[in-house]
């Protein structure tokens, strides 16, 4: 009798009741009228387990409306899983396991860890618990993932959950407001430092800047004062030198010579005579002021 095996499947076969080891490869293929014949999937394949209703520690029933396993049947591990198990292999190892799992789970925490705190972790726990088992007891059987939904809880804790939830998530906004707040204020805050180090620097910079021009004008001032100072020291020394007794009568003589007026009478000479005698008078007074000096 001619069959097909579908890709993705091998063909297994029974006659008289027993499992032959015997299996074929996708295609058509002929076998005899008292063989049965059965396609086994040994490509991925996701099994859909709905309505799950569990308990939890606190007593609260819930339910999980579907549960999602993706595995796979190795090839090599077909007759043998088939032989211990069946063609519905899946429902012991992935149907009631799921089941089973579920409810371990459900039993052992409150309704808080399994709605919210540990939710995120409920697909690797169902994964590593149906994984240990087929690993020990069937070995063809590859658990790939487990995807779990939100279960249904009564209505009234619902509302509770998603009022705490909204709480919370004001609490996170609000506190997420703060924080950025202080990121401001503390960026504002490096600002200012920044600002006041840089106003501090300019500050510095300046003072330097006057301070050396105060020096420059200090050291110019000092140099024109020695200059000034040497100046009038040699400018006395000048007029001491010009106080000889020739040089005060050459002014003496200049003075006479200079005056327009002329006089006439018997006093004349007496009055020459007392200029001299006022000229020898100042070439002393120099001499003396000379040799004070």
Known sequence: ?????PEGYVGVYWRGGALLKATTEPGYHLKSSITEFEPIQVTLQTDQVKDIPCGTKGGVMINFEKIEVVNRLRKEYVYETLVNYGVKY??????????HEINQFCSSHTLQEVYIDMFDQIDDKMKEAIQADCIRYAPGIEIISVRVTKP????SIRRNFEQMEEERTNALIAMEHQRVAEKEAETLKKIAISEAEKNSQVSKILMQQRLMENEMFM???KSLADANFYRVMKEAEANKLKLSPQFLELKFIEAIASNTKIFFGNKIAHMVSDQRLL???LQNFAAKDYSDG
């Open 90 to 99: 899946d429902k012991t190892w992935i149907y009631d396991k799921i089941h």
């Open 1 to 5: 009798m001619l069959h097909q095996v």
């Open 279 to 281: 000229g020898n008078f």
């Open 152 to 155: 249904s809880i009564p209505e």
């Open 219 to 221: 050291a110019r001032e």
